[in-house]
């Protein structure tokens, strides 16, 4: 199985399997062998996302004795949302420049605000 790797968390989280892993991590810190439980794939499958989504910078491990323990990286998600709400607030500003626009040209025309 070829490993795809990416350091952009979009195009990580791009992946179902990626964001059933994160969504399980939202929840509390876990192993590797306990997401897998929780999954229906592998532990190397595991391992492999878990890769994609630590180079990403959405999740973080320590060692405890001989097992990783994989966490979310509140900064890697904290930037995903600040990502989002700039994408979301110029959809907005956009939206509400093109009403406003809309407005003005039926006013030029003679025509009553709705």
């Known amino acids: 199985m070829a490993t795809y790797e990416t350091d952009d968390g979009w195009s990580a989280v791009g992946d179902p399997t990626r964001r059933a892993i994160m969504t399980c991590l939202a929840e509390r810190e876990r192993a590797v062998g306990e997401l897998a439980d929780?999954?229906?794939?592998?532990?190397?499958?595991?391992?492999?996302?878990?890769?994609?989504?630590?180079?990403?910078?959405?999740?973080?491990?320590?060692?405890?004795?001989?097992?990783?323990?994989?966490?979310?990286?509140?900064?890697?998600?904290?930037?995903?949302?600040?990502?989002?709400?700039?994408?979301?607030?110029?959809?907005?500003?956009?939206?509400?420049?093109?009403a406003e626009s809309h407005d003005d040209g039926r006013e030029a025309h003679g025509e009553e605000k709705a």
């Open 38 to 98: 929780e999954l229906p794939i592998s532990r190397p499958a595991v391992s492999q996302h878990l890769k994609v989504l630590k180079n990403a910078g959405l999740v973080t491990e320590r060692t405890a004795g001989t097992r990783r323990i994989y966490r979310l990286n509140p900064a890697g998600v904290a930037a995903l949302r600040d990502q989002l709400d700039t994408f979301w607030s110029r959809a907005l500003a956009g939206y509400q420049a093109a």
